[in-house]
């Protein structure tokens, strides 16, 4: 199963979904591959492969993706981690929608990649981590995917991001067909009445979808500090009732992959 983990709108918790939700997958026995599309390099950094991310020897999607020949080298670019396989980003991706400006089926190559490398053999799970814009590349983790996985703050300011997503998702579809949110995770949930209604207007919104759950995380400090030594909260060296949360979201998603 192919998931795009998306929202425009910066501090969303991007990647801290990512990397959550895909170390309980791997808890659940699945082997996962995180792709890093985002030029900022988050996931990259979230897992420790800080190093990779300025290596000026090492290819990336930024190689890869301009180029129609090199549609089956995904596996070049995987390095492991002790928990899932890792496509890091590079400090090159920042140009890489500037690359893809000008390629024939640019919004495909992520997809194209995928399929050539037969990478749904490989990994039980893909999870792409986009970039915070409704770029080319975020179209291309959308259009290989056919899911959206939706992080969000529980603030009023997130209503305006999930309409753009909703529209550009809705676009996406019309010209490469079906595109499904899943799940929406909100993250830092705190205690007041705003977070409160948003809540509500997230449960309104999404419950209303076929298939799709709303998640709720709490602010943890541990959170941060799994992030800090490369690891997703399962292998952090101290407890954190938001695991449970996360290993819902894994469940949820098994339960979507066998529909």
């Given at each position: ?48 492969f ?99 996985l ?15 997503l ?39 919104v ?53 529909d």
């Open positions: 199963m192919r998931i795009g983990v998306t929202n425009q709108k910066g501090g969303a918790g991007k990647t801290t979904t990512t990397l959550n939700v895909a170390g309980a997958l791997n808890q659940h026995g699945h082997d996962v591959l995180v792709i890093d599309l985002d030029p900022q390099g988050h996931a990259t950094e979230g897992l420790g800080e190093d990779r991310y300025d290596d000026p020897d090492r290819d990336s999607l930024f190689d890869v993706l301009p180029d129609i020949d090199r549609m089956d080298d995904l596996e070049r670019l995987v390095v492991e981690h002790q928990e899932v396989d890792v496509v890091p980003s590079h400090e090159r991706m920042i140009n890489a929608e500037d690359e893809l400006a000008n390629v024939m089926k640019r919004e495909e190559r992520l997809d194209m990649l995928l399929n050539e490398s037969d990478a749904d053999q490989r990994w039980d799970y893909i999870l792409v981590d986009c970039p915070p814009n409704l770029g080319v590349l975020t179209d291309n983790a959308i259009v290989a995917t056919g899911n959206a939706i992080p969000a703050q529980a603030k009023s300011t997130s209503i305006r991001a999930i309409e753009l909703f529209k550009q998702l809705r676009s996406i579809e019309s010209a490469f067909g079906e595109v499904d949110e899943i799940a929406l995770v909100a993250n830092e949930v705190g205690v007041d009445g705003e977070a409160e209604e948003m809540m509500a207007w997230f449960k309104d999404f419950e209303d979808k076929e298939s799709c759950e709303v998640f709720e995380i709490r602010k943890r400090v541990a959170l941060q500090r799994a992030w800090n030594a490369g690891v997703s909260i399962f292998e952090h060296d101290e407890s954190c009732d938001m695991e449970e949360v996360y290993l819902d979201v894994a469940e949820h998603l098994e339960g979507y992959a066998d």
